[in-house]
C-alpha cells in the first residue's frame, strides 16, 4: 500500500512562544532543538504544546519568547528508556515556521489554531468511561505509520457521541481522525507515596471514521468545545 506520510499525520498550530531554545539531539551532523508553543482554545484556555525544530529552521524565522508563530508538521512519539522504564514522549516535529500573519479580533475566531488529521491503526482496544457526572469518554491508541517503516504512538480522546462510537472500533481498524492536539497535566503517584506533577499530551477528537472500506465509511463528527 502506497502512504502519503503527509496526509497521513498532519498538523498545523498557531500560537505563542513561551520558552527559549535547548537542544534536543542530533540524527545524522544535524542538531535539533525545542521550545513550547502556547495555544489558545475557544474557551480561552490555553495548551502548551512542545515543539522539536531542526537547526535549519531556526534562521528562516524569529523564535524568540512571545513571538506568534505558525507551525506546520506532525504529531510524533518516541520512546524515552529512562531508569530501566520506557516512558512514551510527544512532541510536534516542525516542517515548517513561519510569523503569523496579524489578523483582527473578528477574523481571528474563523482562523483555525489547532489542527491535526491523522489517519492510523487502533493498536489497543478503546477504553470507554463515564465520569460521575454522566460524560462518555473513551481513550484509544492510534499507530500512524511514518517513513522508514517507523510508526508514530498518539493517544487520542473522544467525547460524547465518538466515545460511544468507539466501543464497537476493533484493534487493527484503520480509522482516520481530526482533532487539536491539547496538554493535561496529572500526579503520578510512586508505591512509596511519593507524586510527581506530569504533563499529557493527546488529540482531542472532532471528527472520526472508519476508513477501512470507501464505499462503506462510517463518519461522527463532535463539535463541541472541551475545555
Known amino acids: 500500500m502506497n502512504t502519503n506520510f503527509l496526509e497521513n499525520n498532519h498538523l498545523v498550530l498557531v500560537g505563542k512562544i513561551v520558552s527559549n531554545q535547548k537542544y534536543s539531539h542530533e540524527i545524522y551532523g544535524e542538531k535539533f532543538y525545542s521550545f513550547n508553543l502556547e495555544v489558545v482554545r475557544l474557551s480561552t484556555n490555553t495548551d502548551i504544546i512542545p515543539i522539536t525544530v ?85 481513550d484509544l491508541l492510534l499507530a500512524v505509520n511514518r517513513a522508514y517503516n517507523k510508526s508514530d504512538y498518539i493517544p487520542c480522546i473522544a467525547w460524547g457521541r465518538n466515545a460511544r462510537f468507539c466501543q464497537k472500533i476493533e484493534v487493527g481498524t484503520e480509522v482516520k481522525v481530526v482533532g487539536r492536539v491539547q496538554s493535561r497535566t496529572y500526579e503520578k503517584k510512586y508505591e512509596d507515596g511519593t507524586t510527581e506533577t506530569r504533563v499529557a499530551y493527546e488529540v482531542s477528537i472532532a471528527s472520526m471514521e472508519i476508513s477501512e472500506k470507501e464505499d462503506n465509511n462510517e463518519e461522527i463528527t463532535e463539535n463541541e468545545e472541551i475545555v
Do not use: M, W
Request: hydrophobic residues 35%; contains cysteine; charged residues 35%.
Open 54 to 138: 531542526s537547526e535549519r529552521l531556526l534562521t528562516d524565522v524569529d523564535l524568540s519568547i512571545g513571538k506568534e508563530v505558525e507551525v506546520e508538521g506532525q504529531f510524533r512519539s518516541y520512546n524515552n528508556y529512562e531508569n530501566e522504564k520506557n516512558r512514551l514522549i510527544l512532541t510536534v516535529f516542525a516542517k515548517e515556521i513561519k510569523e503569523a500573519e496579524a489578523h483582527d479580533e473578528a477574523e481571528n475566531k474563523d482562523i483555525v489554531t489547532n489542527e491535526v488529521t491523522l489517519i492510523g491503526y487502533v493498536c489497543k482496544k478503546p477504553i470507554y468511561r463515564q465520569t460521575p457526572f454522566g460524560r462518555e469518554i473513551a
